[in-house]
């Protein structure tokens, strides 16, 4: 069964994530964690970065990374160095992100995972069509998602084409998921993702069967 918990407010959203991470981390110093890049969870790491907490025992695990030449400061690891890793006391040697093709020991059973969803519903970089049993693979972005990436860039022909994503398969096999959603355009996805009908069309769905998930959504 899906849960949506609403938030009257980003900062809320944010911070009701971050009480999640922190109570992992106070439990289980040594807890294991996938991170999402995109701007929907930079109110949850600014938030983070606030509380101080000891991350000197975790380990992380991003959900992808671009593949394509690209400028370094667009990668997804400058984009966590900057909005998280720099601030926090976590050991570089236990940050990580997915290089390998099928790689079948990156990102598995981990605590916590901690994502987004896309326009399209895509979860990391699962666009539409991707099996629900998929690994960590190079894939083809959609021209949906390139169009939304393009916000980040100063031209749309610098924004890459491929990227490596974890697949669905380590995802669902995180003990705890957590999905965030922030703005009205991701509603209807996400009401589709959550309540709608199983559908490899619509990578996020296959979250309703996973027995400790839940999404957060602020308008
Ligand atoms: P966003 O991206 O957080 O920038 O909306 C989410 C995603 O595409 O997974």
Redesign the pocket.
């Known amino acids: 069964m899906s849960e949506v918990k609403l938030f009257i407010n980003y900062e809320k959203l944010s911070s009701y994530v971050a009480n999640i991470v922190e109570k992992q981390l106070k439990e289980k110093p040594n807890s294991t964690f996938i991170l999402?890049t995109?701007?929907?969870?930079i109110g949850l790491y600014k938030e983070l970065v606030k509380r101080k907490l000891d991350w000197s025992e975790a380990t992380t695990y991003n959900l992808d990374e671009y593949i394509d030449n690209i400028d370094p400061e667009q990668s997804y690891l400058h984009f966590m160095m900057v909005n998280l890793f720099e601030h926090i006391n976590i050991n570089s040697d236990n940050v990580h992100f997915p290089k390998k093709e099928h790689d079948t020991e990156y990102g598995f059973n981990v605590d916590l995972c901690l994502?987004?969803?896309?326009?399209n519903g895509?979860?990391?970089f699962n666009e539409p069509g991707s099996s629900f049993e998929s690994e960590t693979r190079i894939v083809d972005l959609t021209e949906e998602?390139i169009k939304?990436n393009s916000r980040l860039f100063d031209n749309i022909e610098d924004v890459p084409t491929q990227a490596i994503t974890m697949g669905m398969k380590p995802i669902m096999s995180s003990k705890r998921i957590v999905m965030m959603a922030?703005g009205k355009h991701?509603q209807r996805i996400l009401d589709k993702a959550m309540f709608g009908r199983l559908s490899e069309e619509l990578p996020a769905s296959i979250l309703q069967l996973h027995d400790n998930m839940e999404a957060v959504y602020c308008d």
Do not use: Y
């Not at 995109?38 to 969870?41: C, F, H």
């Open positions: 999402p995109g701007t929907t969870p994502l987004g969803i896309g326009g895509h979860i990391a998602t939304d922030n991701k």
